[in-house]
């Protein structure tokens, strides 16, 4: 039988602000353990949070961006569980009355784009990470600094269908937060993970099936093989004849396999109830209109007007948002008035090339050093492998261009006299080349480009060479 996925998604994404969520400590990422803690994240008996309001503007600006309904007023809530990396024995995040509720985001499929509903997003705190030490689990440590970081959840409808669609949801989510500058979208570092409700209904049907959830999928590469294989272990249990048992499965990327880790818990598990210690979030009209104004291009946004406005095509256009730095060095280069298919040539290419190549993460080349080797190219100052040598120098050093063509003598030969003398010199010494291009020969004619470009250290201007050749080659 043919089965249909029904997939929903809960993506964690860590707010870039500098201090945690509820009390004053570091947010900073790789530093020794327990130092970025006090006693309100260490959960101290008679400690009280106090809410960071740019975790409110930041979430607040994720659903504007998504289409969400704002609430007026929302409340955080405890949930309830007990786990060595929660201190205070209860995690505070949104339940019943979250900030943003009801919202969509557009996904690329073959073909056109998918609407995929938003059910909510809340904000939380983190909890802190255990590191299991010694062979056999002789020891666990546990490391704070994590504990209360703050976490935006995003849910989602059960409207993902599969694998490659929930990639593409959430590569979609990415770059809205990326581009909106509130998470930095660092899978690795577990900036953003996911967790993955899915079920499988026979093809047709609108009946879903069981669900089980997968748990902390740090990889989009990792999210698409965890629900690829959910899937075919699904079918199999059912075309066995067996039935599927609503639980909590754990993605074991070494292996390739989703194990079963505990019984689905409930949300009355959780012992939900209203946050005692903070006041429900009010936020009024001017609140989300001033939020609402900071929102900038969004990536989708910049590649429809990069192929639609700048005529770019949609591959360009795809790899020169691919983060939001590369766009505004594009932008910056193209504000320069040169062509934007020469630019975005020039960025795919040696830019991109460079930075990998020289384990660089910003070059020292300026938009307008750019814009200026573009010009010598367009003006046949140099060659376009003379422009790529001077390119290469200013990306390493930041000199100015014209310095190193005339320190290289880079600058291309366009003087037709001085062209013309090279090429007789050629001529007269080839005679037998010469007389095998008057028989017809006309391939014998890249043998004295070669030959011309040799004799000037690859500067003759290549128009004029050919130009010139075949003028004098046919004896005019
Ligand atoms: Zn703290």
Known sequence: MEYTAVIGLEVHAQLQTDSKIFCGCSTRFGQEPNVNTCPVCL?????????????????????????????????????????PD?????????????????????????????????????????????VHEGGGGAASLVDLNRAGVPLMEIVSEPDIRSPEEARAYMQTLRDIVVYLGICDGNMEEGSLRCDANISIMPAGSETFGTRTEIKNMNSFRYLAQALEYEIQRQTEVLEDGGRIIQETRLFDSAKGVTASMRGKEEAHDYRYFPEPDLVPIRIDPEWVDRIGAEIPELRSEKIARYVQD??????????LTGEPGTARFFEDILAHGVEPKKVSNWVMGEYTRLLKDKGMETARISPEQVAGIIRMVDASTVSVSGAKQVFEEVFLTGKDPDAIVREKGLAQVSDEGAIEEEIKAILEANPQQVEQ???????????????????????????LVNEILIKKLKGE
């Open 43 to 83: 959960g101290m008996p008679g400690v009280l949070p106090v809410l960071n309001k740019r975790v409110v503007d930041y979430t607040l600006m994720m659903g504007l961006a998504t289409h969400c309904r704002i609430a007026a007023e929302s409340v955080f809530a405890r949930k309830n569980y007990f786990y």
């Open 86 to 130: 929660l201190p205070k024995g209860y995690q505070i995040s949104q339940y019943e009355r979250p900030i943003c509720e009801e919202g969509w985001v557009e996904i690329p499929v073959q073909g056109g784009a998918r609407k995929i509903r938003i059910t909510r997003i809340h904000m939380e705190e983190d909890a802190g990470k255990l």
């Open 310 to 319: 700048l005529g770019l095509p949609e591959y360009d256009a795809e790899v």
């Open 437 to 463: 291009y008057r028989d017809g020969q006309e391939k014998v004619l890249g043998y004295f480009v070669g030959q011309v470009m040799k004799a000037t250290r690859g500067r003759a201007n290549p128009r």
